[in-house]
T-cell receptor, first 115, second 114 residues
């Protein structure tokens, strides 16, 4: 069975500092990987995804994540965070052979950016 | 990406009552799912809503407690039956399209049971 581990439940950082939110997964099959973001009192939004091809994927707001198959990781990074990046971040995985099927989520990481 | 709406956006209900949540999508989609997000927790899949047939439930969730309908490819309902305070959660529907390989979420329904 697939599972997702987000190693940090809370990550406090100062504005303009770099940040890395860690995600590891376990699966016996090939997977798709996703990061979703949930801003306070809002719904879940897709931040970025890895389906195939380049192992480095980027979002429009400066986040990037790198798929590392040997380490079964998909860590999310941003070189300089803003106050507005404060949110809950969820890593998720789905079975590549059954695209569009249900996601398995990690427990989430709360990113708190302060000035 | 699909535009997904849910109704109601939030509700406060009494113990023992039932609430039906609606999920509407602006395009036909193959897969629809219902998730639960308990306070301070991650998302847990309740069931896959199958068009024209009974929903497929995950371990720990049963049809009597969470009956689901999916009459067509753009609409589904989830009912939370005989509610207790432990059912207080955010309930989210999501849609998956094999062609898009991605899943999108509705805004959620925030349920509080007193």
């Amino acid at each position: 069975a697939q599972s997702v581990t987000q190693l940090d439940s809370q990550v406090p950082v100062f504005e303009e500092a770099p940040v890395e939110l860690r995600c590891n997964y376990s699966s016996s099959v090939s997977v798709y990987l996703f990061w979703y973001v949930q801003y306070p009192n809002q719904g879940l939004q897709l931040l970025l995804k890895y389906l195939s091809g380049s192992t480095l994927v980027e979002s429009i707001n400066g986040f990037e994540a790198e798929f590392n198959k040997s380490q079964t990781s998909f860590h999310l990074r941003k070189p300089s965070v803003h106050i507005s990046d404060t949110a809950e971040y969820f890593c998720a995985v789905s079975d590549q052979d059954q695209a569009g099927t249900a996601l398995i989520f990690g427990k989430g990481t709360t990113l708190s950016v302060s000035s | 990406s699909a535009v997904i709406s849910q109704k109601p956006s939030r509700d406060i209900c009494q113990r023992g009552t039932s609430l039906t949540i609606q999920c509407q999508v602006d395009s036909q989609v193959t897969m629809m799912f219902w998730y639960r997000q308990q306070p301070g927790q991650s998302l847990t899949l309740i069931a896959t809503a199958n068009q024209g047939s009974e929903a497929t439930y995950e371990s720990g969730f049963v049809i009597d407690k969470f009956p689901i309908s999916r009459p067509n490819l753009t609409f589904s309902t989830l009912t939370v039956s005989n509610m207790s305070p432990e059912d207080s959660s955010i309930y989210l529907c999501s849609v998956g399209d094999r062609r898009a390989d991605t899943q999108y979420f509705g805004p959620g329904t925030r349920l509080t049971v007193l």
